[in-house]
């Protein structure tokens, strides 16, 4: 397998991605009446850039050990996740119309023992995913492989304790084989981090912890692919990579950005088609197969 540095990138595929990655959200949580657009769409083009050039996977053989890993530890914005698993080759586009439906495997927080090999661990209780990637870089370590580790979070879960003693062990361990990703919008559940428990000043934080910091503008998928290839090179030798990417909260849909209502507000039908409208068709991709409502 290649790495991310020996990639060569579509750019325009990876837009038209993360442009289907939001339109699957929206239709998949408006579709079944409950979920979170807000953060999904936030984080279109970080987890467009991970399936789709990143990660060294290979969807017909899901349980690779030699599989770079993901962590989705900010759980609750699975939907995105969900279609990015579709959208390169790992679900049917079908199951996609299953979300948050009773014995669907696509739970509203991912589940592993639904989908193991996919879904890392089990997430929804924040502040949990980056001790669990902790131990899958150790373990990759141990067992002498070179698969990398990558986590989400969101920046209102990086209030949890769990998070800095993972941040402490991380550095202790020398863990260079881990990335975290941070979708930094700047906005939680209820309202604005900065208000609800302040982390900054976020960068200085995470240096002082042991790690090396990038900031980079979240929706720049060059930017991002770049972040992550250096990540994966030799100046990253014993030490974690923290990527703090500033994103926005229900990007793409002028109506929902910037806005903590969208964190877990489902849109009425009609919100829904003005914000497919706002995002636009994705050439090369079909929209999955929606029975119950118009969309
Ligand atoms: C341990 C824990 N505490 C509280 C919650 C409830 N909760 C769900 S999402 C959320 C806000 C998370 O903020 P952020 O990570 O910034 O996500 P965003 O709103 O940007 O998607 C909270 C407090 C939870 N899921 N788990
Ligand atoms: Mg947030």
Sequence with gaps: MQTVAEQPHDLVALEGLARQIRRDSIRMIAGTGSGHPGGALGAAELIAALYGAVLRHDPRRPDDPDRDRFVLSNGHICAAFYSALCRTGYLEPAELATFRKLDSRLQGHPARVDLPDLVETSSGPLGQGLSVANGLALAARLDGRNSRMYCLVGDGELQEG??????????????????????????????????????????????????????????????????????????????????????????????????????????????????????????????????????
């Design 162 to 295: 769990q998070i800095w003693e993972a941040l402490m062990a991380a550095a202790h361990h020398r863990l260079g084989n881990l990335t975290l990703l941070i979708s930094d919008n700047g906005l939680q559940i209820d309202g604005e981090v900065e208000h609800v428990k302040r982390i900054a000043p976020l960068p200085d934080k995470l240096r002082a912890f042991g790690w090396r910091v990038d900031e980079i503008d979240g929706h720049d998928l060059q930017a991002i692919l770049e972040v992550l290839a250096g990540a994966s090179g030799a100046a990253a030798a014993g030490r974690p990579h923290a990527v703090i990417a500033h994103t926005v909260m229900g990007k793409g849909v002028p109506f929902m950005e910037n806005l903590a209502k969208w964190h877990g507000t489902v849109p009425s039908l009609d919100e829904a088609r003005r914000a497919l409208e706002a995002i636009g068709p994705s050439d090369g991709y079909l929209d999955f197969p929606l029975q119950e409502v118009e969309l």
